[in-house]
């Protein structure tokens, strides 16, 4: 049997060396699924039978001397907001409970030509609102490192499912830090590309400003590889960006010299985890000892991101949230007396609380009266902050910090103080704002054996530096070897 | 800006968000959307008249394609997800009241 604890590159290279099979190693992730998940409840559905077929296809492509993908015979396992042509995709949601989707998403698309295998879909807070997928409809995930500590979210069911060893590479989105999060609570390496660099297409939309799809993995060099192969331009998503995808996962390895990284003195403040400080000053001390150079800076509008973030990214949720009528697909209520009052049920049944939430905080900043005073004045700060990360980035190569001020939180400790999670966001929702590219990787254990993650930032587009760098850390470190206890 | 959020205003925008929510989930929301709102007036502290505002980063303006046919998704498939067809549309409740 395959061995799991290989990262995504090592078992590419066990396939192709004929060591293993896809086959074998589908099966070997649906196993570890069936017996482990029961406890971590990373997943919402699997594939069993036709990613098993799919492998065993795979594997006779392979034998036959047949050109393969990139991943060919790779599981991995998507977040359940991205559609899959005849695999249900429900948000984690009741209103789109029995949602098959009739075509891909662009990612997912790009997956299947690299001969990737789809084992399931992941959990995640509803429609990816959350920072610890407690909001799901359906499940709750449970950190694989202490199961009474949430995974983070929204992605979590996809950090987990890597964490645990369950699938050796997924997807996730991030529009606020829902990737790099969780990657940082449960000790994998996650990555949030630049606002179009990835295709939207298929996405099932939260904040479309805001949202990013991206790669988890155990290392840095098979996260590139994932980026590599769902990176690109698809004329179906508007903001998809035309210009060419390196390749990530060939220069990864280089060492970058004369990297400058930069700290922000605001990302030092009351409210951060003593331990988790630590571990980042440590962290700098690591690149010190590389070679590179600590640029102290700042970013004066950092305070204003969460404010800034709640407003622009409910009134985008509560527009795209509109298509949710009980018309076309998803929930219709059974009961009601009229055309809109089949709307306000369907959807008063059918979404949950922290879904409601932003529908409404964003219509409100929406609504007259108040537009020019919430939403347009986010629009402005939100300017403000792109700009200091435009002017950091002309003082170093990559900003590091931590990626929350604690390691996981505990399941329900926050989750009945809405105003508290959001708060919970305060190092990654810039990234989003200003639309720059952004890395979490392993970077110490809390004294309860909690993972702490590392933030790595960049300047749009500078995906291949953020690897490089990130890579330079992994191998001097080895905290992305330890996995979680059995 | 900053008059407290009342729950004639949650109502209000409940409506406007066709949302139909339970007097528990009315009162929770007023506490809560309030406790957020108050928070969001940090941003006044902020001189913006000068700033254009900014609705996304992608450095992109109108986006063009030709003109043509392309296949799209077949009627079935369209349907496949809908709550109530009769096999060629979807169909709603009655929306223009009776004359």
């Known amino acids: 049997m395959p061995a799991l604890t290989s990262s995504a590159v090592d078992l590419i290279a066990q396939l192709n060396c004929g060591e293993t099979s896809s086959f074998a190693l589908t099966e070997t992730c649906l196993q570890t699924i069936s017996a482990q998940d029961a406890n971590i409840r990373a997943f919402l559905s699997t594939n069993a039978e036709a990613s098993l077929a799919q492998a065993k296809a795979i594997d006779e492509k392979r034998k036959a001397g047949q050109p393969v993908g990139k991943l060919a015979g790779l599981p991995i396992a998507i977040k359940d907001n991205m559609c899959t042509r005849g695999m249900k995709t429900t948000c984690a949601s009741r209103i789109l409970e029995n949602f098959v989707p009739p075509y891909d998403a662009g990612v997912v698309e790009k997956l299947k030509a690299a001969d990737a295998v789809l084992v399931g879909k992941t959990n995640l807070d509803e429609f990816a609102m959350g920072s610890s997928t407690e909001n799901s409809a359906f499940q709750v995930t449970r950190n694989p490192w202490n199961v009474e500590h949430t995974v983070g979210g929204s992605s979590g069911g996809s950090a987990a499912a890597v964490a645990a060893r369950m699938v050796p590479g997924s997807l996730g989105s991030d529009t606020g830090g829902s990737i790099r999060q969780p990657a940082g609570f449960c000790g994998v390496v996650g990555m949030k590309p630049t606002y179009g660099r990835v295709s939207r297409y298929g996405l099932i939309a939260y904040a479309s400003s805001l949202d990013q799809i991206g790669p988890f993995a155990t290392d840095v060099a098979s996260a590139a590889l994932l980026l590599e192969v769902i990176s690109g331009h698809d004329g179906r998503d508007s903001t998809s960006v035309d210009r060419p995808v390196p390749e990530y996962s060939q220069t990864v390895e280089q060492p970058l010299t004369g990297l400058r990284v930069g700290i922000a003195r605001e990302h030092f403040v009351e409210g951060l985890d003593r331990e988790v400080e630590a571990a980042i000053k440590q962290s700098f001390d690591v690149y010190r000892s590389l070679g590179a150079e600590i640029v102290e800076l700042s970013l004066p509008h950092s305070k204003y991101a969460i404010a800034t973030y709640y407003l622009i990214a409910a009134s985008e949720a509560s527009s795209n949230l509109a298509r949710f009528d009980g018309v076309h697909y998803g929930h219709r209520a059974a009961k009601f007396d009229n055309l809109i009052d089949m709307y306000s049920a369907s959807r008063g049944e059918g979404f949950g609380p922290e879904v409601k939430r932003r529908i409404m905080l964003g219509t409100y900043a929406l609504s007259a009266g108040y537009y020019d005073a919430y939403y347009l004045k986010a629009l402005k700060v939100r300017r403000l902050i792109r700009r200091d990360f435009d002017a950091a980035f002309e003082r170093c190569d990559v900003l590091a910090s931590p990626i929350a001020s604690t390691p996981a939180f505990r399941l329900g400790e926050l989750v009945n103080d809405p105003l508290a999670m959001y708060l919970s966001d305060i190092y990654t929702i810039s990234a989003n704002l200003a639309g720059i590219p952004g890395l979490s990787l392993p970077c110490g254990l809390s004294s309860t054996g909690l993972p702490i993650g590392l933030q790595l930032l960049a300047a749009p587009f500078e995906e291949e530096t953020l690897l490089r760098a990130a890579r330079m850390f992994e191998r001097a470190t080895e905290w992305h070897t330890k996995t979680p206890p059995a | ?99």
């Not at chain 2, 929770?28 to 941003?43: A, I, K, N, R």
């Open chain 2, 1 to 99: 800006m900053a008059e407290p959020l009342t729950k004639e205003t949650v109502t209000k925008v409940a409506h406007l968000a066709r949302l139909k929510l339970s007097e528990t989930e009315l009162d929770l929301f007023t506490t809560q959307l309030g406790q957020v709102l108050g928070y969001v007036e940090l941003l006044n502290e902020l001189d913006t008249t000068a700033v254009e505002p900014m609705a996304h980063v992608a450095d992109i303006a109108n986006v063009f394609r030709d003109d043509e046919v392309r296949p799209s998704l077949p009627r079935a498939a369209a349907l496949s997800n809908a709550p109530k067809t009769d096999g060629k549309f979807f169909v709603v409740p009655q929306i223009l009241e009776e004359g």
